[in-house]
């Protein structure tokens, strides 16, 4: 398996308040991703980084923002969550566009 | 707009039975991936289809893609009820991949 973790894997949190999920990886692979799923969206990509520092939004990137300092990590924060940011939200990595590796998953409920 | 489209949604069929699942675009991809997903996990990538007409198989599993690169499908010969999950296809485009909105699969005993 991929060394790919996120943090925390499950959060609730009240609406307004700002919210960071961590992504860590292991693999030394230069693309990670963002993406949520929700029941009739399939998987949704909110955003990516092809390098440290390096990012840019997917399709559903309103609302959250991104950082990587480091290679093997890989932040999304949610500004003020809002309750329609209920969701679980996956981190991927890849060495190339293609092939990635999920993490866990993270499940947030945002009251 | 979903650039790629899997049908069918939903499928349950009875152990021993075979199936098959359409990825369908109208744009092109420089290739395409496969993945299952279970209840409480992340998607695992089954395989990656990069040449036009290339069929993959994967034991039970057979993989192919359009000459096109536009569609894709994933055949099931004699499913079993450890087959049951979420499949879901991906195409790349550049610097990101475009999920279908996946096929839930449902093999009971």
């Known amino acids: 398996d991929a060394g790919i973790t996120q943090s925390p894997r499950h959060k609730v949190t009240e609406t307004g308040t700002p919210v960071t999920l961590r992504c860590h990886q292991t693999e030394n692979h230069r693309y990670m991703y963002w993406y949520r799923q929700d029941p009739g969206h399939g998987l949704r990509l909110i955003h990516y980084s092809y390098g440290v520092k390096d990012t840019d939004k997917g399709e559903v990137s309103d609302g959250y923002s991104v950082s990587r300092s480091k290679t093997e990590d890989f932040l999304l924060t949610l500004e003020s969550a809002t309750s329609s940011q209920t969701s679980v939200y996956f981190c991927a990595i890849s060495e190339s566009v293609g092939a990635s590796y999920f993490g866990p998953g993270t499940r947030l409920t945002v009251t | 707009t979903q650039l790629l489209e899997q049908s069918p949604q939903f499928l349950s069929i009875q152990e021993g039975e075979n199936l098959t699942v359409y990825c369908n675009s109208s744009?092109?991809?420089?290739?395409l991936q496969w993945y299952r997903q279970e209840p409480g996990e992340g998607p695992v990538l089954l395989v990656t289809v990069v040449t036009g007409g290339e069929v993959k198989k994967l034991k039970r599993l057979t993989f192919q893609f359009g000459d096109a690169r536009k569609d894709s499908s994933l055949h099931i010969t004699a499913a079993q009820p450890g087959d049951t999950g979420l499949y879901l296809c991906?195409?790349?485009?550049?610097?990101?991949?475009?999920f279908g909105q996946g096929t839930t699969l449902q093999v009971k005993p």
């Open positions: 744009s092109v991809f420089s290739s």
């Open positions: 991906a195409g790349a485009r550049p610097g990101k991949l475009i």
